[in-house]
Nanobody
Framework: QVQFVESGGGLVQPGGSLRLSCAIS????????MGWYRQAPGKQRESVAS???????NYADSVKGRFTISRDNAENTMYLQMNSLTPEDTAVYYC?????????WGQGTQVTVSS
């Protein structure tokens, strides 16, 4: 089955930037739409950004203009460039297919924005 492994998280100051990576492996199957999700403490997991095979992107209003989703097809890797980070962006970030109702989740990568 397909596996998604997130990396690149860490501690960053408000206004800083961070780039997350998502390694996709374990199967030759290709998903039409991929996405990034996040879950903050005490909150429900939410969709942050999505990317279709034809290059169409969509973003949550809370991150629009600050985050950029992209992919590297040759290396089976998806990225999330995060700029102008605020404490409200603190969460565990996950990558997966889109939509992703009742699917399995990896361990994610922790992003903490604090001064």
């Amino acid at each position: 089955q397909v596996q998604f492994v997130e990396s690149g998280g860490g501690l960053v100051q408000p206004g800083g930037s961070l780039r997350l990576s998502c390694a996709i492996s374990g199967s030759g199957f290709r998903f039409s739409i991929m996405g990034w999700y996040r879950q903050a403490p005490g909150k429900q997991r939410e969709s942050v950004a999505s990317l279709s095979s034809d290059g169409h992107t969509n973003y949550a209003d809370s991150v629009k203009g600050r985050f950029t989703i992209s992919r590297d097809n040759a290396e089976n890797t998806m990225y999330l460039q995060m700029n102008s980070l605020t404490p409200e962006d603190t969460a565990v970030y996950y990558c997966n297919k889109f939509p992703c109702n009742n699917c399995s989740w990896g361990q994610g990568t922790q992003v903490t924005v604090s001064s």
